[in-house]
């Protein structure tokens, strides 16, 4: 069992930056296949960002060179840095530990981008 802990959503206005942090359990973090998804009312939730445990990093179009997804295994955190915040940014970011299988979730943290 993975318990992933996430943090640093809020209310930001449109050209603001959060930065987004994700506390994960366990011994093997350094191994994972991070990433962080996004849900929007009404829509399905989508990719934003993953990071391997090599450090390679892939982006949804919507988010490439806006947002930038990072890991330090020394505390068992990734984070994804989102900067130039657009309305259409308003969700609930989830982490999640990709691979390996099962993938787990975690509780979600709203971020809301005000014009």
């Known amino acids: 069992q993975v318990q992933l802990v996430e943090s640093g959503g809020g209310l930001v206005q449109s050209g603001g930056s959060l930065r987004l942090s994700c506390a994960a359990s366990?011994?093997?973090?350094?191994?994972?296949?991070m990433a962080w998804y996004r849900q929007a009312p009404g829509k399905q939730r989508e990719l934003v960002a993953r990071?391997?445990?090599?450090?390679?990093?892939n982006y949804a179009e919507s988010v490439e060179g806006r947002f930038t997804i990072s890991r330090d295994n020394a505390k068992n955190t990734v984070y994804l840095q989102m900067n130039n915040l657009k309305s259409d940014d308003t969700a609930v970011y989830y982490c999640?530990?990709?691979?390996?299988?099962?993938?787990?979730w975690g509780q979600g943290t709203q971020v809301t981008v005000s014009s």
């Open positions: 999640s530990r990709a691979l390996p299988l099962p993938q787990y």
């Open positions: 366990g011994s093997s973090f350094r191994i994972y296949v």
């Open positions: 990071i391997s445990s090599g450090g390679n990093t």
